[in-house]
């Protein structure tokens, strides 16, 4: 069964880091680029960022640019957010998602249960 | 950034309705878009991809078509299972983004 299990999130300071990590089972992870994607109670979705399947391209949302690093580990097949420098306004429920592609950003056709970030003082 | 603005937000329909949603693109995107559902608290599911293309699965009576700027997605025969919120997004350009959704409920 292709399966993604997010885990990490949690009540978190303002200012403070967090690193969330997504496991991937049930496809060959080394295939697909993945993505981060969030979403505020009762709100819309928010494309957080992405990496290609070989970590040589990655893409972030200027909200999150330069505070959250994405980044994935093909030999135990994980995907990686870390976020730092966190605001109140990166409170969300964050997803990782499986694209159909390798290389390029296009399709997010699994996505995992999402775990819950709180940031708040 | 590209917007892409979904209409209706909610939208009301009986069991049987076809029910249809569209999606604008503040720019011409080809035919680079996707139609997701998302159930309450559930994680979104890609139903369209290419903006017509038929996910392995999906019931045949969702479709979608559009290309250019003007998208649509349709629900031929609305079921009970179908209330959820729709979204679609756009992957032409980075950033990826997302519409505001409709949600979809039976009268």
């Known amino acids: 069964e292709v399966q993604l299990v997010e885990s990490g999130g949690g009540l978190v300071q303002p200012g403070r880091s967090l690193r969330l990590s997504c496991a991937a089972s049930g496809f060959t992870f080394d295939d697909y680029a993945m993505h981060w994607v969030r979403q505020t109670p009762g709100k819309g979705l928010e494309w957080v960022s992405s990496i290609s399947w070989n970590s040589g391209r990655t893409a972030y949302a200027d909200s999150v640019k330069g505070r959250f690093a994405i980044s994935r580990d093909n030999v135990i097949n994980s995907l990686y957010l870390q976020m730092s420098s966190l605001r109140a306004e990166d409170t969300a429920f964050y997803y990782c998602a499986k694209d159909r592609r390798a290389e390029n950003y296009c399709y997010m056709d699994v996505w995992g249960r999402g775990t819950t970030v709180t940031v708040s003082s | 950034d590209i917007q892409m603005t979904q209409s209706p937000s909610s939208l009301s329909a009986s069991v049987g309705d076809r029910v249809t949603i569209t999606c604008q693109a503040s720019?011409?995107?080809?035919?680079?878009l996707n139609w997701y559902q998302q159930k309450p608290g559930k994680a979104p599911k890609l139903l369209i991809y290419d903006a017509s293309n038929l996910e392995t699965g999906v019931p045949s009576r969702f479709s979608g078509s559009g290309s250019g700027t003007d998208f649509i997605f349709t629900i031929s025969s609305l079921q009970p299972e179908d209330t959820a919120t729709y979204y679609c997004q756009q992957y032409d350009n980075l950033p990826l983004t997302f519409g505001g959704g409709t949600k979809v409920e039976i009268k």
């Open positions: 720019q011409d995107i080809n035919n680079c």
